[in-house]
């Protein structure tokens, strides 16, 4: 392993142990669902992690408990620089995520230190989409990728009906008329770790 990459030791504080409040104005997330850019369920926040040096949350805790990524189920620990928030649903959107990159996320056990990684060498640069109005033309874009040497675990497909209905965190359904509502979509997406890498699939895409 070369110099930079070993990871650091430190110590974070939870917010529910410390005397640290959330501004006000702010939302309180503990207990909010995490969800992927593609509507996937990830997980459930658990814990804010403050970074006493500077006083500010620099990480939530994240349950992955029944997510749809195949990672495995543990607590781990994401930078809060890389979530948005959704206050009318109270969800917590991840920008940059694949499964690779939940499995190498540092885990999380109450009270012990963190091994947080110094680089980031690992974390997704950008996340790439394409929506299809067929599974066979899907299926044989993730082929396509896959002999491209893709790894596997950095492509997802996601069946999607524009006559869906939305349900809140609160149970309260909603039918909203996304699309046309004629047929099924999939949105396929791949995680890519770098610019060049990015690009190269969005050329590989364009082909299929």
Same mark, same amino acid.
């Given at each position: 392993?070369e ?7 430190v ?5 529910s ?5 959330i ?6 997330i503990?207990g ?5 850019? #593609? ?6 926040? *658990?814990?804010?992690? /403050?970074s006493t040096?500077? &006083?500010? !949350? ?12 195949a ?9 809060v #620089? ?6 009318? *649903?109270s969800?917590? /959107?991840?920008?940059?995520? &694949?499964a !690779? ?16 990684p110094?680089s980031?060498?690992?974390?997704p640069?950008?996340?790439i989409?394409?929506t299809?109005n ?8 993730v082929?396509f990728?896959?002999e ?6 950095s ?7 524009p006559?869906?209905s ?16 004629s047929?099924d979509?999939?949105?396929?997406s791949?995680a890519?770790?770098?610019e060049a890498e ?11």
């Amino acid at each position: 392993m070369e110099q930079g990459q070993h990871p650091e030791l430190v110590q974070l504080l939870e917010i529910s142990k410390s005397e640290y409040e959330i501004r006000d104005g702010q939302p309180d997330i503990i207990g909010w669902k995490a969800f992927s850019p #593609d509507e996937s369920f990830v997980g459930v926040v *658990t814990e804010l992690l /403050i970074s006493t040096t500077e &006083s500010i !949350v620099r990480y939530l805790v994240l349950d992955l408990s029944d997510n749809e990524w195949a990672a495995v189920s543990r607590s781990i620990c994401y930078p809060v #620089d890389s979530i948005l928030l959704d206050e009318q *649903t109270s969800r917590v /959107i991840l920008e940059s995520i &694949s499964a !690779v990159y939940l499995d190498e996320l540092p885990g999380y056990e109450p009270g012990k230190p963190v091994r947080i990684p110094l680089s980031s060498e690992n974390t997704p640069y950008q996340l790439i989409t394409r929506t299809y109005n067929e599974e066979a033309i899907a299926e044989a874009a993730v082929k396509f990728l896959l002999e491209k040497n893709v790894s596997p675990s950095s492509i997802r497909v996601t069946p999607f009906n524009p006559l869906n209905s939305i349900t809140d965190l609160m149970g309260n359904t909603n039918t909203e008329f996304l699309g046309d509502g004629s047929r099924d979509e999939y949105i396929l997406s791949v995680a890519a770790r770098n610019e060049a890498e990015a690009s190269q699939l969005n050329e590989w895409l364009d082909r299929c």
